[in-house]
């Protein structure tokens, strides 16, 4: 069969050649990569060995794998019926009970060394893990059993990534995410509340091209979702830089579209590619819905970004060569006698002029 054959195909499945070759440039263009290498992805995506993939839930909401059913690029019946042999999948799959035990058992024996397991959801530590179980056996045991046979490990979600909105404190459960309980093995976290699905989908597709990873972060994050902030790429950063801020929501400067900084946005630390890549394959993201980042892709976001609603202590200002400064520190500065009242949120482009004005007011002074 040629390659032709092969990718037509997939419209006898409801996907057109154009539909999926678009799909891997898309895959490509999302990990950073050159369109020369989209053949390579079609090819690994054709083969007729589909990775079997082993889906474990835990404590979780079942919001990330919601959000898989939603992509487009591919969709999730391209995803689980031709890229990839989805054997357990708790939600998705018709098994129950004693067969889907059975499923599990098979899947992770059968193919040890070449499924992907993939996590969604923390893992209760506490009192031996009694606060999750699935088939008389808790999420711990489940994962010792299955996570060391697998090629490639990822947590889907802040929960499975860094135990999410369980370990938050006081985490009664003792839920700490799946690398720290798996050593010894690679695992490529995937967060955020939920995570966009194309990160997810462009991982899986490194993985089936290159039998690697892409390149990490210090957090196991790969570095083409999660290498900058959201604040770098949003669509209101110009009206942080020119000190527009929303002080109310509902206000004019809501209404306008100004910056959410100072209603509590954490884009300013906060590194994913949300303000990039966005959702629902229509351009759809919060802050473009008029509601701030709230720092999900970042460890321990329940309790480092709390509260919610009020926006953080400090942001970083880049006056000449860059300093730190406490955004409730920096009130009035006066400039050739008038007193310009300049909210530190704003200091990033406004700041850069004050400097300007001061070298150019010491210049005079050392001339006199």
Request: charged fraction near 20%; glycine fraction near 12%.
């Amino acid at each position: 069969m040629s390659s032709n054959d092969h990718l037509n195909d997939f419209a006898g499945g409801g996907v057109s050649r154009r539909t999926f070759l678009k799909g891997c440039a898309i895959a490509a263009a999302t990990l950073g990569l050159s369109p020369d290498v989209v053949p390579r992805m079609v090819e690994a995506a054709m083969s007729p060995k589909r990775p079997p993939v082993v889906w474990l839930h835990f404590q979780e909401c079942t919001g990330c794998s919601e959000a898989l059913l939603r992509a487009a690029r591919p969709d999730i019946a391209t995803l689980i019926l031709d890229l990839i042999s989805l054997d357990y999948h708790e939600t998705l799959m018709a098994a129950a009970g004693k067969q889907a035990e059975e499923n599990l058992h098979d899947a992770v024996n059968k193919n040890a060394g070449k499924f992907i397991c993939v996590v969604e959801g923390g893992i209760p530590t506490k009192d031996g893990g009694i606060y999750c179980k699935i088939g008389g056996r808790t999420a711990m045991e489940i994962l010792n059993e299955v996570a060391p046979k697998a090629k490639a490990i990822i947590a889907i979600g802040t929960c499975g990534a860094f135990g999410g909105l369980q370990a938050a404190k006081p985490n009664p459960t003792g839920a700490v995410g799946v690398q720290d309980l798996i050593k010894g093995k690679p695992v490529i976290n995937i967060p955020g509340c939920p995570p966009n699905p194309e990160n997810f989908l462009a991982t899986v597709v490194q993985i089936l091209t290159y039998g690697r990873p892409p390149e990490l972060d210090e957090l196991s994050r790969p570095k083409f979702a999660y290498g900058r902030k959201i604040h770098d790429h949003c669509e209101r950063r110009p009206h942080f830089d020119e000190g527009r801020f929303v002080e109310r929501f509902g206000d004019p400067g809501h209404k306008k579209g100004y910056c959410l900084y100072k209603v509590g946005c954490k884009g300013p630390v906060t590194y994913s590619n949300c303000s990039v890549e966005r959702f629902c394959n229509i351009g759809a993201w919060p802050v473009g819905a008029g509601h701030g980042c709230i720092g999900c892709t970042e460890p321990g976001f329940w309790d480092t970004m709390m509260p919610i609603y009020k926006h953080l202590p400090g942001i970083y200002i880049p006056l000449g060569g860059g300093i730190r400064e406490q955004a409730e520190e920096i009130g009035k500065v006066a400039v050739g006698g008038a007193a310009a009242v300049i909210a530190a949120h704003a200091a990033v482009g406004i700041g850069k002029k004050l400097f300007s004005i001061k070298c150019s007011a010491e210049k005079k002074e050392e001339e006199k």
